[in-house]
């Protein structure tokens, strides 16, 4: 490469990353077909439109490529419509708003401090500018178990147009059949926002809200997918609906789509149609219960009680007295990188507070089993307890990257 001042930071970063393992829940590391699409010569390419009905000339190959995206995302997730457009997570939210409801209409989505996500309603976020966003909660942050009556509650006097199950930071299993009953119930349209599962539900490991009559699903593609950043939305069968949404994304949201990712999501979606891909996403869940287990057996709280799915959610600071903060930062320092995270109920701000976040989806990735898992967990642990030992840090740092040395990052999946 001939920019070398980049050339530099692409390598200090892959070396960032080969000698620490991450564990922020929502990162993976992607196969070099994923990359070589990504890095193609799509990234030239102008394609406004949809595969057919392009504003530009020189479409050939790019309604290919659209379309096998398309037909694959389709089967992944057992529908009949997808637009692989959204540039990630967060447009593909807002294109769902814009394509179903009108200004100051309401929508029903999970409290950010309880799991949801910013896009869900915050209120420093567009979506919130424009529509009245209510939230339900858990009943019991020690089960992580959603108040369903309190939900039903909200939408039989607030009426939402939109009712949103998903999260980010919420490791149960949410009981789809009940959003999908109290929607009915009020008349509300119900979207599932699964980035951070959709690698579990493509796999099969994790129950598919489809099939449970949810209309919607929207999602990242770059989490336990593993493919390249950026988002997808999902029709089950509504065409009125899904071409609502088309409208919303191009012209409503976004220009001309990236053709390079979408190239990259049909590569990525044809690696999660494969038996490995499956063993993966078991895996994955295995992992973080034995890191669940590590943590229950010191006593440190986990919102939620544990884990259904990759993700765990501690109270460090109530179990350990060490703040969100710390621990991240104590963390890094031995090559481990996950985030701090609000707790529900949390006294503490949210640049320090009660809790970290972390999973298991790129350690998996590097091949990680339950017993390294532990080893992990029991050396955070450690870390957490003496974080001012500078002679134990040194010594779990050297574990963490012989651990790194011996799980290379694969190049390959499939
Ligand atoms: N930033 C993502 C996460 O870490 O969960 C969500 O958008």
Redesign the pocket.
């Given at each position: 490469m001939r920019d070398k001042k980049i050339e530099k930071l692409i390598k200090s970063e892959e070396k960032r990353q080969a000698e620490g393992l991450e564990l922020?829940?929502?990162?993976n590391y992607v196969s070099e077909d994923v990359l070589r699409a990504n890095g193609s010569v799509f990234t030239n390419k102008y394609s406004e439109g949809y595969p057919g009905r392009r504003y530009y000339g020189g479409q050939d190959f790019t309604d290919q490529v659209e379309t096998l995206a398309i037909e694959r995302a389709c089967k992944l997730f057992n529908c009949k419509y997808a637009n692989v457009q959204p540039h990630s997570?967060?447009p593909a939210n807002l294109a769902v708003y814009a394509a179903l409801l009108s200004p100051g209409d309401t929508v029903l989505g999970m409290d950010l401090s309880h799991g949801g996500?910013?896009?869900h309603g915050h209120p420093m976020t567009l979506p919130a500018k424009i529509y009245k966003f209510v939230t339900y909660k858990m009943k019991n942050p020690d089960t992580g178990e959603i108040d369903y009556e309190e939900m039903r509650r909200v939408a039989i006097a607030e009426k939402p147009k939109l009712i949103i199950a998903g999260f980010?930071?919420y490791s149960k299993t949410l009981n789809y059949k009940k959003f999908v009953e109290i929607a009915r119930e009020v008349g509300a349209i119900t979207m599932a926002d699964m980035?951070?599962i959709a690698g579990l539900i493509a796999a099969g490991v994790l129950r598919n809200p489809f099939d449970d009559g949810f209309d919607i699903i929207t999602s990242?593609t770059h989490?336990t997918l593993r493919g390249p950043r950026g988002g997808i939305i999902l029709t089950r069968e509504d065409e009125e609906i899904a071409k609502k949404i088309d409208k919303a994304i191009f012209p409503g949201i976004q220009g001309g789509p990236h053709m390079h990712t979408i190239a990259a999501k049909a590569v990525a979606f044809g690696e999660a149609m494969t038996p490995k891909f499956k063993k993966y996403a078991l895996q994955i869940l295995k992992n973080a219960k034995a890191m669940e287990q590590v943590f229950h057996k010191n006593k440190i709280r986990m919102i939620g009680g544990g884990t259904d799915n990759h993700l765990i959610l501690a109270d460090v600071f109530g179990s350990l007295g060490v703040t969100g903060k710390e621990a991240q930062t104590v963390l890094d320092e031995v090559g481990i990188t996950l985030?701090m995270n609000s707790i529900a109920g949390d006294t503490r701000k949210p640049l320090d507070p009660s809790g970290i976040r972390f999973g298991t989806p790129a350690i998996t990735t590097r091949g990680f089993k339950e017993k390294e898992c532990a080893c992990v967990a029991e050396l955070m642990i450690k870390v957490l307890k003496n974080k001012d030992n500078k002679k134990i840090k040194e010594s779990v740092h050297k574990e963490i990257k012989k651990l790194a040395k011996k799980f290379p990052i694969p190049k390959k999946f499939v």
């Open positions: 922020i829940p929502s990162e997570g967060a996500h910013l896009t980010s930071a980035a951070h990242t989490k985030n």
